[in-house]
């Protein structure tokens, strides 16, 4: 089992930047995949980007392409997610997942179901 734990959730203004992150724990050396999720208000909760393979191969929505960001640094087993030019439409509780699962697609990385911990989540507001 991992364990994760957001951080760096908060209020920004239209235009600025934020930094999330991620700290994993327990058994890490399972983990292929990982990938942030956001839930807005009444709605679904929906892949903002993955990260998987030892290469780090990466899929973005299309609403945040270019301008955020997810990184990871596996020393610190820490996953991250650099927020710029955020939106107001960019506001929701923002999770980190974490996936054993060994897929060569970014079609299955974007799926929910397809990975096995997650995090408490943490709140981003963005002001207009």
């Known amino acids: 089992q991992v364990q994760l734990v957001e951080s760096g959730g908060g209020l920004v203004q239209a235009g600025g930047s934020l930094r999330l992150s991620c700290a994993t724990s327990?058994?890490?050396?399972?983990?292929?995949?990982m990938g942030w999720f956001r839930q807005a208000l009444g709605k679904e909760r929906d892949l903002v980007a993955a990260?998987?393979?030892?290469?780090?191969?990466?899929v973005y929505a299309d609403s945040v392409e270019g301008r955020f960001t997810i990184s990871r640094d596996n020393a610190k087993n820490t996953l991250y997610l650099q927020m710029n030019n955020a939106k107001p439409e960019d506001t929701a509780v923002y999770y980190c997942?974490?996936?054993?699962?060994?897929?060569?697609?970014?079609?299955?990385?974007?799926?929910?179901?397809?990975?096995?911990?997650w995090g408490q989540g943490t709140q981003v507001t963005v002001s207009s």
């Open positions: 997942a974490a996936s054993g699962r060994v897929f060569r697609n970014a079609y299955y990385y974007s799926k929910q179901s397809n990975y096995d911990s």
């Open positions: 327990g058994r890490t050396s399972g983990t292929y995949g």
């Open positions: 990260i998987w393979g030892p290469g780090g191969s990466t």
